[in-house]
């Protein structure tokens, strides 16, 4: 890119990159004994994943990064057994990330 003023002209600025993440899907959210297992789909590009979990109607809260690419899933194991659970996550590449998944909820 370049800055032009009338007649001058700058140099060329720095090149950079941008990397799109396809935005991950949740298939699955399972409640088991004192624990949620999460399943989504691999997102080609992705060098993680970020977890985020709120608690009935609260607030998004960042419970998880995945540093793993590869990784798939993830086991939450601080539930309450009588509270309903709301997720929704990203996929990461360095400091880029993908739009939020669509949320899955998990009930008592």
């Known amino acids: 890119m370049k800055a032009y003023r009338g007649k001058t002209v700058s140099r060329d600025s720095n090149r950079i990159t941008v990397r799109y993440l396809k935005t991950p899907r949740i298939k699955s959210a399972v409640k088991g004994n004192k624990k949620v ?11 993680g994943y970020k977890v985020y ?4 109607k609260g607030k998004y809260r960042l419970i998880a990064r995945i540093r793993r690419g590869s990784k798939v899933s993830f086991v939450d194991r601080k539930i309450k057994p009588t509270a309903t659970y709301t997720y929704r996550m990203v996929a990461c590449y360095r400091n880029a990330q ?3 998944s669509k949320t899955k909820k998990v009930t008592r």
Do not use: F, I, Q
């Not at 297992?37 to 060098?47: D, Q, R, S």
């Not at 979990?53 to 009935?56: A, D, E, L, Y």
């Open 98 to 100: 993908s739009s939020y």
């Open 53 to 56: 979990r709120k608690t009935g």
């Open 37 to 47: 297992t999460l399943k989504w789909n691999k997102v080609k590009g992705a060098t």
